[in-house]
C-alpha cells in the first residue's frame, strides 16, 4: 500500500503534480477520456478538504493507495464483457482509503493499526482500470461532501456498510455511489446496481447484483444484444428492478392524462419515507436528446412560509367562519439530495418553475431538465401508494366530528393560542412510510404512558403515518397527532385502512379482525372496547416526531 498526505494548501499550489503522483501509482488504463474521472475525484476530495477546514478540522487528509483489489463488480464485468477484447484489459483495481488527519505523519499504515481508525476513517473509492468512468464502487460519509454550512439542515438516507483495511473492519454510513463506462455500463444500468448495493446491505430480502445480471434480466425482452450496452428505457429498469424482488410503481411525469402526478409532492412523500427514488430526466429544450438516470436519496431544509402559502380550506358550512385550514409539510420543500454518476456524489438539485408551468429539476448548471419518470422501489407488501393515502387522512380529517375533536383538544391543552385549523395557525401534515417495527419501537420509547398500548397494537409490516402538527411544534419536531393507515390496503379501501388515530391526548385504534374504525362516528369508543381501542392520555405533552428514516447530516470534529 502507498500513503499520500495532502493539505488543503498542498492540493490547491500543486494540483496537477498530485494528480500525476497518484495516477501513475494507480493500476489504471489512462486515457484522454480519464479527464472526467479525474474530475470528480477531484471535486470529491476538495469538498472533504473545504468541509474539514470549515469544521474546525485540520484541513489534511492522507489517501491509502490499495493495489491488486478485486472489486466485485468490475471483476463480473471483466468476465463478461472486457475480457473478450482484443486489447488486453486488467483484472484488478486500485481502492483508495481516505482518512482524516492523522498525528505525525506515519510512513507506514501498519502504524495506524492500534489506533482508532473508525473514528479518522472518511471512505473508500474503488478506480478501475477503464478507458472511461474509473470511479467505480464509492462509500463516503455524506458529512465530508455535503456543504458545511447547511450542517443539520439535510436529511439522508444511509446504510451501513464495513469495509476491511488491514484485516481491521471498518463502519461507514453512507449509500452507495459509482460512475459509468458507458460499454458495460451506462446511467440506467448504475441506478440499478446503486439501488440493488443499498437494498441488498440493508434489507435480508435482496441481494447486491451486478452488470451481467441486469444484461440477464433484460436480455428477454430486448429485441438486439445487451453489450456494449445503449442505455435502457425506463420501463426496463423498472422491470429489472421487479425481476430483483423489489416491488417498484413507474410514474410517468411529462404527461398529461392518465398517470400524471405532482413530482414534486410523490417525490417527497417517498423520500421523507426513506425510500431512495430512481429519476429520468429530460433535457427540457433538446426533447430528442439523450435521457439520464440519477437516484434522489434524501432532501434540504423546509420552507414554513411556502407550506403555509399553500394551505387548503375545508369548508364545513357555507359560513366563512366555519372553515378548516391544514397545509401539507410537502410542499415546503424544494431541494434534493441526488446521486448523480456525471458528478461527484451526494449533489445538490432543486425544483423550479418555468414557461407554461413546466417544472425543471436540476443543479446550478443542469438546470433546463424535466422529470420525464420516477420509479420507486416499494416492498413487495406496500400496495397503498403515497398520494391515496394522503388523499384518505384528508377524508378522514375533513369529518366535521374529528375536526371538533381536534379544536376542542387543542383548546384544552393550548388556552389562548390562535385556534387550531385558523388561517394563521393551519394543521401541518407530514406524510411518510414506515415499518411497524421502527414506528412502534419508537413511540414506545417516546411515550411512556402509552408504551403498552403501542407495544400491543397489532399493525401490517409497514404502515403510513399522517403526522399532526401546529407551526411552532413543527419546527420542535413534536406532534400533536397522527392517522395511521394500513399499508397493505389500497385506494379502494378508503376508511377502512385506517388503524390508529391519535388526536393530542386521545388515541383511538382498532384490531384488524373487529370493526373499522370510522372516525368515531357515534358513541365514544371506550364504550365499544370490543372493538377497538381508546386511551386517553394522562399529563399530555406533543410526542416526538418519527425520525428513523432519514439522518440529519452534521460534520463534527
Not at 38 to 48: G, P, V, Y
Not at 79 to 96: I, P
Not at 259 to 274: A, D, R
Request: hydrophobic share 35%.
Amino acid at each position: 500500500m502507498l500513503t499520500f498526505f495532502i493539505s488543503l494548501a498542498e492540493y490547491e499550489q500543486n494540483y496537477d503534480d498530485f494528480w500525476e503522483t497518484l495516477l501513475l501509482s494507480m493500476s489504471c488504463r489512462v486515457s484522454d477520456d480519464v479527464e472526467k474521472s479525474k474530475n470528480i475525484l477531484s471535486d470529491i476530495f476538495q469538498k472533504i478538504l473545504n468541509n474539514c477546514n470549515d469544521a474546525g478540522i485540520a484541513p489534511e487528509m492522507a489517501i491509502v493507495s490499495q493495489s491488486y483489489f478485486v472489486d466485485p463488480e468490475y471483476r463480473d464485468s471483466f468476465h463478461s464483457y472486457y475480457s473478450n477484447k482484443h486489447m488486453k484489459y486488467q483484472r484488478y483495481c486500485t481502492r483508495l482509503f481516505l482518512f482524516k488527519k492523522c498525528e505525525g505523519r506515519p510512513e507506514s499504515p501498519l502504524d495506524w493499526i492500534n489506533s482508532n481508525l473508525n473514528d479518522a476513517f472518511i471512505g473508500c473509492i474503488v478506480i478501475k482500470p477503464t478507458l472511461r468512468g474509473m470511479v467505480g464502487r464509492t462509500l463516503i460519509k455524506p458529512e465530508y461532501l455535503l456543504p458545511y454550512s447547511e450542517a443539520g439542515s439535510i436529511y439522508t438516507r444511509l446504510s451501513t456498510y464495513y469495509v476491511s483495511f488491514h484485516g481491521k473492519p471498518l463502519e461507514i454510513k453512507t449509500f452507495p455511489y459509482r460512475m459509468q463506462d458507458s460499454e458495460a455500463t451506462t446511467c440506467a444500468e448504475v441506478t440499478i446496481i446503486n439501488l440493488m448495493d443499498y437494498f441488498g446491505n440493508h434489507y435480508r430480502d435482496y441481494c447486491q447484483i451486478y452488470s451481467s445480471n441486469i444484461q440477464s434480466a433484460v436480455s428477454i425482452d430486448h429485441y438486439e444484444r445487451s453489450v456494449p450496452s445503449r442505455g435502457l428505457s425506463y420501463k426496463t429498469v423498472t422491470r429489472a428492478l421487479k425481476g430483483f424482488g423489489l416491488s417498484p410503481r413507474l410514474y410517468p411525469v411529462r404527461r398529461s392524462g392518465y398517470g400524471s402526478i405532482q413530482p414534486e409532492k410523490t417525490l417527497h412523500y417517498y423520500i421523507e419515507s426513506g425510500i431512495p427514488v430512481a429519476i429520468c430526466l429530460r433535457p427540457y429544450y433538446s426533447p430528442q436528446s439523450m435521457l439520464h438516470s440519477i437516484i434522489c436519496v434524501g432532501h434540504g431544509k423546509g420552507d414554513m412560509g411556502k407550506i403555509l402559502r399553500h394551505a387548503e380550506q375545508f369548508k364545513l358550512t357555507e359560513s366563512p367562519q366555519d372553515s378548516f385550514y391544514f397545509a401539507d409539510t410537502a410542499n415546503g420543500y424544494d431541494s434534493y439530495i441526488v446521486m448523480d454518476d456525471n458528478h461527484s456524489p451526494y449533489q445538490k438539485y432543486s425544483f423550479s418553475r418555468g414557461p407554461k408551468q413546466t417544472v425543471y429539476f436540476g443543479n446550478g448548471t443542469d438546470d433546463k431538465r424535466t422529470i420525464e419518470y420516477l420509479s420507486v422501489p416499494l416492498h413487495k407488501r406496500t400496495y397503498l401508494e403515497a398520494e391515496n393515502a394522503f388523499s384518505i387522512c384528508k377524508k378522514i380529517l375533513g369529518d366535521a366530528k374529528i375536526i371538533e375533536i381536534i379544536k376542542n383538544r387543542y383548546a384544552a391543552n393550548f388556552p389562548g393560542a390562535i385556534p387550531i385549523g385558523d388561517e394563521k395557525n393551519p394543521l401541518l401534515l407530514r406524510l411518510f412510510l414506515a415499518s411497524a417495527r421502527s414506528y412502534i419501537n419508537h413511540r414506545v420509547n417516546s411515550i411512556s404512558t402509552l408504551d403498552a398500548f403501542y407495544s400491543d397494537l397489532p399493525l401490517p409490516k409497514a404502515v403510513w403515518v399522517c403526522e399532526l402538527y401546529d407551526q411552532s411544534h413543527y419546527g420542535e419536531k413534536k406532534i400533536l397527532g397522527e392517522i395511521v393507515l394500513d399499508a397493505t390496503a389500497t385506494e379502494h379501501t378508503g376508511h377502512d385502512s385506517l388503524l390508529l388515530e391519535n388526536y393530542l391526548d386521545r388515541v383511538y385504534a382498532c384490531y384488524p379482525d373487529k370493526e373499522p374504525l370510522k372516525c368515531m362516528q357515534s358513541n365514544p369508543p371506550d364504550v365499544d372496547s370490543g372493538k377497538r381501542l381508546f386511551a386517553i392520555i394522562s399529563d399530555w405533552v406533543p410526542m416526538s416526531s418519527y425520525e428513523n428514516n432519514l439522518k440529519s447530516i452534521v460534520l463534527t470534529g
